[in-house]
């Protein structure tokens, strides 16, 4: 892993709710979770979550799948 993605993954992290949101993520396995069960599981509103997996995302560390 080169420097660049090392930050923008830690960076991902640097907020209590995203990491909060990667933690239970990888707690879920390779299956994942809903978002909607995400949601219930962190207690946040769908905006709220929508905004803190936004970063993750960009940092490679979450993905999205229909």
């Not at 949101?21 to 390779?30: E, S, Y």
């Not at 994942?32 to 709220?48: K, S």
């Amino acid at each position: 892993m080169d420097t660049a993605s090392a930050l923008a993954a830690l960076r991902a992290l640097a907020h209590e709710s995203r990491l909060a949101a990667f933690r239970t993520l990888v707690q879920a396995g390779p299956d994942g979770l809903a978002v909607g069960a995400l949601r219930d599981q962190l207690g946040l509103p769908p905006a709220t979550l929508t905004a803190r997996l936004t970063a993750p995302v960009s940092g490679d560390l979450v993905a999205f799948y229909a």
